[in-house]
């Protein structure tokens, strides 16, 4: 099992109570938790997807823990998360709800512990020293991180993954680690306007998979798309989807995490 999760004092956590603006609150996630289930399916369907084979992770950086919550009610129960202490402040404040937490922004090396520690899923790794910490500061009782190894196709030097032809490499590597598990690929691709042009990045990703998958190593998991693209996404085979506005709308001013 995960270890309890240390709070932060400055953390006051907001839960829902019976009041009208926390029932609109509700009702508007539960509403747009809808919609996004709705284009999933839709997009499941359109390009001959099963049903159900596409997982939502709701992307709940810098959100309120009464937002996960209002969530939680509306039946969405794993939440990505970026900043490492903000998410633990929310761990603690929702610790009585069966939440599954995603971390999926950069990795630090002095951070490596509490996303071990504390998360199920990491879709960011892209360091072997990373992989090393993550398997060895797991706790013996859980069971293995699953880790998605992020690959930057794009080549811009501001986004974090490796290059494609250097995963094999780390793939391998985190072979011979107990600790993790390397369940897929996540890509994070640059913004891009028409479908054709949102699937080629989509499309590479499944490409690599597909070369790099064995059968003891089927790398079934591509963590890719988010609100503007998911139907892209789906077209090129995503098994999990990161939505962050579509579900809890704009995000609040940096001040306000």
């Not at 400055?10 to 029932?23: C, H, I, K, S, V």
């Not at 501001?158 to 780390?170: F, I, N, T």
């Not at 054709?196 to 790099?212: K, N, V, Y």
């Amino acid at each position: 099992m995960l270890a309890p999760v240390r709070t932060s004092r400055a953390y006051q956590p907001n839960l829902p109570g019976p009041n009208l603006m926390d029932t609109e609150l509700n009702r508007s996630i539960a509403d747009n938790l809808a919609r996004v289930r709705e284009r999933i399916a839709a997009a499941e369907a359109r390009y001959g997807r099963p049903p159900g084979s596409v997982a939502l992770l709701a992307v709940s950086k810098v959100q309120g823990a009464e937002r996960i919550a209002a969530a939680y009610a509306a039946g969405q129960s794993a939440f990505g998360e970026s900043y490492v202490q903000e998410a633990l402040d929310k761990q603690a404040a929702l610790a009585h709800l069966p939440l599954g937490w995603h971390f999926i922004g950069r990795v630090q090396t002095n951070k490596t512990r509490d996303i071990a520690t504390h998360f199920d899923w990491l879709h960011s790794l892209c360091d072997l020293k990373h992989a090393r910490r993550l398997a060895a500061q797991r706790p013996a009782d859980a069971p293995p991180l699953q880790v998605c190894v992020q690959v930057n196709l794009s080549g811009e030097a501001s986004k974090a993954g490796l290059a494609p032809q250097d995963v094999a490499a780390l793939i391998d590597a985190c072979g011979a680690l107990a600790g993790i598990t390397v369940a897929g690929l996540m890509t994070l691709p640059a913004p891009a306007q028409d479908l054709a042009a949102q699937r080629r990045p989509f499309a590479a990703l499944r490409a690599l998979r597909d070369r790099l998958a064995t059968p003891d190593l089927p790398l079934t998991t591509l963590s890719m798309g988010m609100s503007a693209d998911l139907e892209a996404a789906v077209a090129e085979g995503a098994t999990m989807v990161r939505i962050g506005t579509a579900v809890f709308g704009a995000r609040p001013p940096a001040g306000g995490r």
